[in-house]
């Protein structure tokens, strides 16, 4: 068998294509390599990140829908105006003293209309008064009376239809202010408005009231009424809100308690029954929605409605059960965010004598940073919500390149006696040092759900690659309208972007 030796052209053209191959692979991992810098200079990263000092601490929090209120009077009238009557030197001189609060109940007196509707002169005076609080730093409490004397079965109208139409003359007024009135307590009837001593509290004419200030009042504003036996009648049920349900504008939902019995005896007054065994059983069974509970049974209902709902009042008659120790488990169980800061002075000035010792609040578990405080001011500020930041870690390794985005881990405790049942927008910003450059990521969570005694943990996306080198704060904020939410940290603090939690230093590439 004869073999063909290869020509002189034949390899020639086999070492041409062995060159031509050898340039291709080495442009190709020139190519590579050059693409996989650019990869890594503009993708990989190294980050050193520092979080701030979280722990919580005990200065007073100036915070909407929350804390201490003083209350006022109002009568309208067609004889004078607002003006004459009230005098706006007096409602000033009541601004003044409101100045420290972020609330203030007014009383609004209707007894002068006991026979007739509301005349045209009295809607201007309420629009006068409401007017004069609306550019203060007090969300407004509403509650309309006949009484102020404890007599109202003789100054309120017989006829529960001119009580209707009062509440929708009223709520046409209420309405364009729903920006800044909180809510309206009770339903129009009662000894000073506080829904009992009158003739239309039976379950029928309850109802009827109620559903009208539902159905006239704007869903904004919250709705109370003056025990959970009166929720119930209303409602029609013994099951208190669900998570799923709140916040729905149901008119369940949108119902809370206002206790000016709070505290002031076994019974909060009348509020409970005095048995100790348990009565919901039985009322349940028979659809009986005129039963009070327990005083266990009452604070229980308390504790899973008012977990979504305003709970608040007055504490009165210096008692045991207001002593400091049950008063905190109380106002803890019941999540009462406001309280009348001038009554009942008996009562407030022993909290002022009594001094807090650590853990005495065990479900907050609010350590040793109040130990020693005087009660009174260890009340006011656990009313409502208290936020404070309690860590921050980056889910990437101090260091170590990276390619993928960063998840920054927030959590938030709330040690205060509640929530907040209004909705706080949520924003971190990363500004970079030494530039005005800044880059917001708005958070998406549901503030009125931070329960009380809760920690609330958040993960939020860093997309770091798309960051250039540099230094970077991250600020935290919670903000509602044009407040921004204090938290009770040491954290440098901007009234931009709110409280710096930690430091970042990015570095791009190799």
Request: one cysteine or more.
């Amino acid at each position: 068998m004869s073999t063909q030796k290869p020509t002189a052209k034949t390899t020639a053209k086999k070492q041409s294509f062995r060159a031509a191959l050898l340039i291709t692979l080495a442009i190709c991992f020139s190519v590579a390599v050059i693409a996989s810098c650019l990869l890594y200079s503009r993708y990989y990263y190294k980050v050193h990140f520092t979080p701030g000092s979280f722990a919580e601490t005990s200065e007073k929090l100036d915070n909407p829908y929350r804390g201490w209120y003083h209350l006022y009077g109002y009568q309208l009238s067609d004889l004078r105006t607002f003006d004459t009557t009230l005098d706006t030197a007096a409602t000033q001189k009541h601004i003044k003293e409101s100045s420290d609060n972020r609330l203030v109940l007014l009383e609004i007196n209707l007894c002068e209309y006991q026979n007739r509707e509301l005349s045209g002169e009295a809607l201007t005076m309420l629009e006068s008064i409401l007017s004069s609080w609306k550019d203060t730093s007090c969300s407004m409490i509403l509650r309309f009376l006949y009484d102020w004397n404890g007599a109202a079965a003789q100054t309120e109208p017989q006829s529960v239809v001119l009580i209707q139409r009062h509440m929708k003359q009223c709520a046409d007024v209420v309405n364009r202010f729903k920006d800044h009135v909180y809510m309206l307590q009770g339903v129009f009837v009662g000894n000073y408005g506080e829904m009992h001593g009158s003739i239309h509290l039976e379950e029928d004419d309850l109802r009827s009231l109620a559903d009208q200030l539902a159905a006239v009042i704007d869903p904004s504003i919250f709705l109370a009424v003056r025990t959970p036996q009166h929720w119930r009648m209303i409602h029609k049920r013994f099951t208190p809100l669900s998570e799923e349900e709140a916040f729905s504008n149901s008119p369940a939902a949108r119902f809370g308690i206002f206790n000016d019995g709070m505290l002031g005896s076994k019974t909060d007054l009348d509020s409970y029954n005095w048995e100790e065994r348990p009565v919901f059983p039985a009322a349940s069974a028979a659809n009986d929605f005129t039963k009070k509970g327990s005083r266990k049974e009452e604070l229980d209902f308390q504790d899973a409605l008012c977990t979504y709902v305003p709970n608040g009042g007055e504490a009165v008659i210096d008692n045991p059960y207001n002593d400091l120790p049950q008063a905190i488990d109380a106002l803890s169980k019941t999540h009462v965010s406001y309280l009348n800061c001038d009554y009942d002075s008996a009562v407030l000035d022993k909290w002022k004598r009594s001094v807090y010792e650590s853990g005495l609040n065990s479900k907050l578990d609010s350590k040793d940073c109040f130990e020693g405080m005087d009660g009174y001011e260890y009340i006011g500020r656990h009313l409502g919500y208290r936020y404070f930041v309690a860590d921050a870690e980056l889910s990437q390794p101090n260091g170590r390149l990276q390619l993928h985005p960063a998840t920054l881990s927030l959590t938030v405790k709330n040690s205060g006696f509640s929530g907040c049942p209004r909705k706080f927008q949520a924003m971190l910003t990363l500004k970079k040092a030494g530039t005005n450059e800044s880059f917001p990521i708005s958070v998406e969570t549901d503030t009125r759900l931070w329960k009380a005694g809760n920690s609330i943990q958040l993960s939020i996306p860093l997309d770091i690659p798309d960051l250039g080198n540099g230094e970077y704060d991250i600020y935290w904020k919670l903000s509602d309208r044009s407040d921004v939410i204090q938290f009770a940290n040491s954290l440098p603090f901007d009234s931009q972007y709110g409280y710096k939690i930690a430091h970042m230093a990015v570095s791009k590439g190799f």
